[in-house]
């Protein structure tokens, strides 16, 4: 059974403060790992998709890595807007499109 | 821009009720997805749909059916609601080509 654990919950930080959230998966086979943004009462948003270990992708203040156990989600210089709960995902190889989902990390960008 | 749009952002129904959840995408995607979401719990899957009138139990189905009659549209069905069905309703889409699903705005249920 696919697992994803995120950390921290809950992370505040000061506006410009950098940082990583993380996210833990164990599945037998990876086919890709998701992250989405969810603003408070609102769909997920889709931000990336990383298939294979070694694998990087960037969008504005945000960057996520690819290992074979773990993905981090690093946040360069946050602004306010960036205050957001974070979720990571995955689907494995076994012939459905299901995403297992994490329980997210509440990310709050202070002033 | 991707589109799913789901019926109702905000509902309320009484216990015993049959409640019917609408979703639609527009973007002609094989995959349709009902999920619900619950503090600490995350996102659990309910149903999907790979196809027309073909339906797969998610991880949750107990107390819940889906429709799928065309392409476009895949309904979620709660035959009679009880009050441990409060929650937030989400649906997505995606296509068998690109893996990543796209959501709706989600329907916050209230069964009381």
């Known amino acids: 059974e696919d697992q994803v654990t995120q950390s921290p919950e809950a992370l505040r930080l000061q506006e410009g403060e950098s940082s990583s959230l993380n996210c833990s998966y164990t599945v037998s086979g990876l086919r890709g790992l998701f992250w989405y943004r969810q603003d408070p009462g609102k769909g997920p948003e889709f931000l990336f998709t990383l298939y294979s270990a070694g694998e990087e992708k960037e969008k504005e203040r945000l960057k996520a890595t690819l290992t074979k156990k773990e993905s981090f989600l690093h946040i360069t210089a946050p602004k306010p807007e960036d205050s957001a709960t974070y979720l990571c995902?995955?689907?494995?190889?076994?012939?459905?499109?299901?995403?297992?989902f994490g329980t997210g990390t509440r990310l709050t960008i202070i002033p | 821009d991707v589109k799913v749009t789901q019926s109702s952002r905000y509902l309320v129904k009484r216990t015993g009720e049959k409640v019917f959840l609408e979703c639609v995408q527009d973007?002609?995607?094989?995959?349709m997805f009902w999920y619900r979401q619950d503090p600490g719990l995350g996102l659990r899957l309910i149903y999907f749909s790979y196809d027309v009138k073909m339906k797969e139990k998610g991880d949750i189905p107990e107390g819940y059916s889906v429709s799928r009659e065309k392409k476009e549209r895949f309904s979620l069905i709660l035959e009679s609601a009880s009050t441990n069905q409060t929650s937030m309703y989400l649906c997505?889409?995606?296509?068998?080509?690109?893996?990543?699903?796209?959501f709706g705005q989600g329907t916050r249920l209230t069964v009381v």
């Open positions: 995902a995955v689907q494995d190889n076994f012939g459905n499109e299901k995403l297992t």
């Open positions: 973007m002609d995607h094989e995959n």
């Open positions: 997505a889409s995606s296509s068998s080509m690109n893996t990543e699903a796209f």
